[in-house]
């Protein structure tokens, strides 16, 4: 009976992790954010409310659950108070009783935006398709020791100094990318209010959470982004700032590792990208038009189409390995019906020789080929269905393969965006 669950996406992100993590919280006493930032948009549906969480976890809708963003996330104070407004607008109430930051966080701020925009731009055809959310560059800051913490909104001389400092030299690059210097009187005067209004929320987070954990009270941690656009695992330089892999989820929260926690890996039913980079399964013709049409594949935080194809199992079997994955979730199973047949990548083949668990590495070679295989689709329309007897069989037979393709069970399926759309084959709290 793991005390600790975490959910992690396990292909380019938007796999739906915030549907489930809105499911998983309903039985959490915390749930924690613990990497990434805006550039995350995970969507929970429940009857006609749909909201898109961006930096605050996806148990905000469980009034139960407590809502941690730990120190490895980078925050921007000012969409994140925007978001507070807008969950408060749409009747979720996230007081500092229940919404805790990490004193350590990074702030995401104006320059970080700036720069991303004009990094993007200096890249021309090389673009990495960022959200432009100003990640890459506050997590640059963060690692070469520069960055602006939640803490030092909290001690004015301190501020000011260290704006000196990072504001003095991403001006300079900023200058030297042909954009316009930020004055640094008024982004010290806006960071002060900004600490004002979220001072309240500000805690040692590592500490609260290991005495969760410590105390036998359910934790969930919630990835942002998926396995392949992790920084290091991923499918570089095409990737995002930080660690996704779930794993990750303790060293960066700060608490060591619990005892027996469960790895879920969130997928859907096939593939899909925003932004650049490879994509080996990507299919520009009809079935990735139909994914997009019928599974509203747009980003969730920009609105860009995302590129469709078809499910990877040697990349989900790679990801799989790098997070140690005991449990499936799939979802967008309705996405697929009325597709007669389904091309599914089994393995791949490079100058002959087959590998079955590629590196992300080898994915940008162009003599890299997919193997297929044609498995049978459903016509029924699944749209919805919550009893696991009322798939068609071709559907059950679709989740066992991927089952027996990765071997993990699936323990969760998805037939529909609203909460109530669930098979919940076995609770992992359980
Ligand atoms: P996340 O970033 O992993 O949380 O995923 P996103 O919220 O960015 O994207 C997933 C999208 O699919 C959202 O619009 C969800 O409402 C929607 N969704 C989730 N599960 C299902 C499902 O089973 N079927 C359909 N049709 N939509 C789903
Ligand atoms: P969720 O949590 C899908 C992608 C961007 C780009 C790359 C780098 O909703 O699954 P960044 O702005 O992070 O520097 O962009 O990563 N990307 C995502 N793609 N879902 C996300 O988050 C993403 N967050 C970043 O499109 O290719
Ligand atoms: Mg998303």
Redesign the pocket.
């Known amino acids: 009976m793991p005390g600790c669950l975490v959910v992690s996406?396990i292909q380019?992100?938007?796999?739906g992790?915030g549907k489930v993590t809105d499911i998983l919280s309903r039985s959490a006493d915390l749930v924690v954010r613990f990497q990434?930032g805006a550039?995350?948009?995970?969507t929970v549906v429940v009857g006609d409310r749909k909201v898109v969480l961006h930096q605050v976890p996806s148990g905000a809708l469980n009034p139960a659950a407590t809502c941690v963003i730990g120190p490895a996330g980078v925050l921007d104070p000012e969409t994140l108070l925007k978001e507070m407004d807008d969950l408060a607008a749409a009747g979720v109430s996230l007081g500092p009783d229940r919404l805790f930051i990490s004193h350590a966080t990074h702030l995401v701020l104006p320059y970080h935006k700036t720069l991303?925009a004009l990094r993007e731009r200096a890249r021309g055809e090389s673009r990495?398709?960022?959200?432009?959310?100003g990640?890459?560059p506050a997590y640059e800051d963060m690692a070469s020791r520069a960055g602006i913490r939640f803490a030092d909104l909290f001690d004015t001389a301190r501020l000011a100094r260290r704006m000196d400092g990072v504001l003095t030299e991403r001006n300079a690059i900023i200058k030297h990318l042909g954009g316009q210097p930020l004055d640094r009187a008024a982004m010290v005067d806006a960071c002060i209010e900004w600490g004002r209004k979220l001072q309240p929320f500000v805690r040692d987070t590592a500490a609260v959470v290991h005495a969760a954990l410590s105390s036998g009270r359910r934790v969930l941690f919630e990835s942002?982004?998926?396995t392949l656009?992790d920084l290091l695992h991923g499918t570089y330089p095409?990737?995002?700032?930080s660690l996704t892999a779930g794993p990750a989820a303790f060293p960066l929260t700060g608490v060591g590792i619990p005892r027996d926690p469960l790895v879920i890996g969130i997928m859907k039913a096939y593939s899909t990208?925003?932004?650049?980079?490879p994509f080996p399964t990507e299919d520009e013709g009809d079935v990735g038009t139909w994914l997009r049409d019928k599974g509203s594949e747009y980003?969730?935080?920009?609105g860009r189409p995302r590129r469709c194809g078809f499910l990877d199992l040697p990349l989900l079997r790679y990801a799989v390995r790098t997070c140690g994955i005991g449990a499936l979730a799939v979802l967008k199973l309705d996405v697929l019906s009325g597709l007669a047949k389904l091309p599914v990548c089994v393995a791949y083949d490079l100058r002959g020789r087959r590998h079955d668990v590629p590196h992300p590495d080898m994915l940008a070679d162009p003599a890299l080929k997919p193997i297929y295989e044609e498995w049978d689709g459903w016509a029924e329309d699944v749209a919805g269905i919550a009893d696991p007897a009322a798939l068609p069989s071709a559907a059950r037979d679709y989740v066992r393969r991927i089952e027996a393709g990765v071997g993990v069970p699936a323990i969760l399926l998805s037939t529909g965006s609203d909460r109530s759309h669930t098979i919940l084959v076995r609770d992992p709290w359980a």
């Open positions: 996406g380019w992100g938007d796999e992790k990434g550039n995350a948009g995970h991303d990495i398709g960022t959200t432009g959310r990640i890459g942002a982004q998926g656009l095409y990737v995002t700032s990208r925003v932004g650049a980079g980003g969730s935080t920009t």
